[in-house]
C-alpha cells in the first residue's frame, strides 16, 4: 500500500515538474533565435514623464538621476519625477537644485504600486505621452529616451528594457545577476521571439501614460509589476522587448536580504495566479493565449526551489521499489542544460563557478521566504544598498 502511494506521489510531481521544465526549455531553445525587432528612427519627440520611487534611498538617487539626465533627448520633452519617501532634506534640497521635481507621497500603506499612483495623480496628462517607471538605483545610458522614442513612435503601448546587473561584488549578488539574465532570456527575449509578451521585471518599464495612470490607481499589491502584466495581458496590449536598450540594477548582495525581497516576490505571484486562473475559461474562450501562457508561468515554483526538490526526487527514487531514477535523471539534466543555455556566455566566469557552492544558502533563504511569504503582502520591504558585508559573504 505505502509502495503505491509513493509511486502515485512520484508520478504526480514528475508530471508536473515535466511541463514546467519542458516549457523552460522550450523559451530558453527560442531565445537562441536570431531575429531583432528594428524601430525606425523617428522625427516625433513624444513627452515623457520619468518615475522614480525613492525610500530612504539617499546613497543612490542622485546618481541615477544624474545619469538619466544626460540623455540624447530634447531636455523640454522630458520631466524626471522623484516620490520621495523617507528621505534627507538635504537630498531632497540637492534634487531639487539639480532641476527634478519632487513628490511626496501620503503617508500610509508604503508600496511602489502607492508611490505611483500618488505621482499620477498629481501629473497632467495632457503634458506626457509615455511614462518610464525606474529604481532609485537604476543606471541609463544616454540613448534610452531615443530608443523608447523609436518604439512607441511605431505604435508600442508598453516596453521593457534590457535590465542587468551592475554589482558582481558577492556570491549572492553574482547568482542574483545571473538569475536575472536566466529570467531575460526565457521570459522576455524567449517569449519575444515566439510572437509572445515579454514579462515585466519591475524597472526599466515604459507605458503608455493614459493607460497607466488608469490602471495603477487599482493596484494595491506589492507586486505591481505582476498586476501591470496582468491588466495588459487583459486589454491584450503586447509588451514589447528591447534587448539592446541595456539598464543596470543593483542585485541582492546578502542572502538575508535575497530572503525579504523573494517573500514579496513569492507573496505577489501567489496573489496574482490566484486571481488569474480564475480567468481560464474566459482566456481559453475568447482565443487569448499570452494570458493562458502567464497563468501557466506563475504557476511555476521558484527556479531554485525546482533545482532542490528534483534532485531530491532522484535521491529517494533510488530506495523505493518500482520507482524509476532514470526519469529523474533525465528531468534534472533537461533542466540543468536549459538553465545553462539561458545565461550568456559572458557570464561564464571563475566567480560564477565559486558562487555555485552557495546555492544551499540560497536554497534555505528561498524557503524562509515561502514559509514567511504572507509578511510579504503587507510590509514595505527596502533593498539596502552598500550594506556592510556579513561573514557569510
Known amino acids: 500500500m505505502l509502495i503505491t502511494i509513493l509511486w502515485y506521489i512520484d508520478f504526480l510531481f514528475f508530471f508536473a515538474f515535466t511541463l514546467w521544465i519542458c516549457y523552460v526549455a522550450l523559451f530558453a531553445f527560442a531565445s537562441r533565435i536570431r531575429r531583432k525587432i528594428i524601430f525606425p528612427d523617428s522625427d516625433t519627440s513624444l513627452r515623457f514623464a520619468i518615475l522614480f520611487p525613492a525610500y530612504k ?81 537604476n543606471i541609463v545610458f544616454p540613448d534610452f529616451l531615443s530608443k523608447l522614442n523609436n518604439a512607441f513612435a511605431s505604435g508600442a503601448k508598453a516596453i521593457q528594457t534590457h535590465r542587468t546587473a551592475k554589482n558582481n561584488t558577492t556570491a549572492t549578488a553574482i547568482l542574483d545577476g545571473v538569475s536575472e539574465e536566466i529570467n531575460n532570456s526565457i521570459f522576455r527575449l524567449g517569449h519575444a521571439r515566439l510572437g509572445l509578451p515579454a514579462a515585466l521585471i519591475g524597472s526599466g518599464m515604459a507605458f503608455d501614460f493614459n493607460w497607466f495612470k488608469q490602471r495603477i490607481a487599482a493596484i494595491k499589491s506589492m507586486g505591481e509589476d505582476k498586476f501591470l502584466e496582468y491588466f495588459l495581458l487583459l486589454d491584450r496590449i503586447n509588451t514589447i522587448y528591447l534587448e539592446d536598450v541595456v539598464i543596470l540594477d543593483e542585485k541582492i548582495q546578502y542572502s538575508d536580504d535575497f530572503s525579504k525581497q523573494r517573500r514579496r516576490w513569492i507573496a505577489s505571484q501567489i496573489d496574482i495566479f490566484c486571481l488569474a486562473i480564475k480567468q481560464t475559461r474566459h482566456a481559453l474562450v475568447s482565443g487569448n493565449w499570452a494570458l493562458i501562457d502567464k497563468i501557466f508561468q506563475w504557476s511555476m515554483p521558484p527556479r531554485i526551489i525546482m533545482l532542490g526538490i528534483i534532485p531530491l526526487f532522484l535521491l529517494i527514487s533510488f530506495f523505493v521499489v518500482d520507482i524509476s531514477s532514470l526519469k529523474w535523471f533525465f528531468l534534472i539534466t533537461l533542466y540543468m542544460m536549459s538553465l545553462a543555455l539561458a545565461i550568456p556566455k559572458k557570464m561564464y566566469t571563475k566567480q560564477l563557478f565559486l558562487a555555485i557552492f552557495t546555492l544551499p544558502r540560497i536554497f534555505l533563504a528561498m524557503v524562509s521566504s515561502i514559509i514567511h511569504f504572507r509578511s510579504g503582502r503587507s510590509t514595505f520591504i527596502h533593498t539596502k544598498h552598500g550594506t556592510a558585508p556579513s561573514k557569510e559573504d
Not at 108 to 123: C, I, P, V, W, Y
Open 57 to 137: 534611498e539617499d546613497n543612490v538617487i542622485r546618481e541615477s538621476v544624474t545619469r538619466f539626465k544626460a540623455q540624447n533627448y530634447p531636455a523640454d520633452k522630458l520631466e524626471i519625477v522623484v516620490i520621495s519617501d523617507a528621505m534627507e532634506d538635504r537630498t531632497n534640497d540637492q534634487l531639487r537644485a539639480m532641476g527634478i521635481s519632487l513628490i511626496h507621497p501620503d503617508e500610509g500603506l508604503r508600496s511602489k504600486a502607492a508611490a505611483l499612483t500618488a505621482a499620477m495623480s498629481r501629473l497632467d496628462t495632457q503634458l506626457f505621452d509615455v511614462v518610464v517607471v525606474m529604481d532609485a538605483d
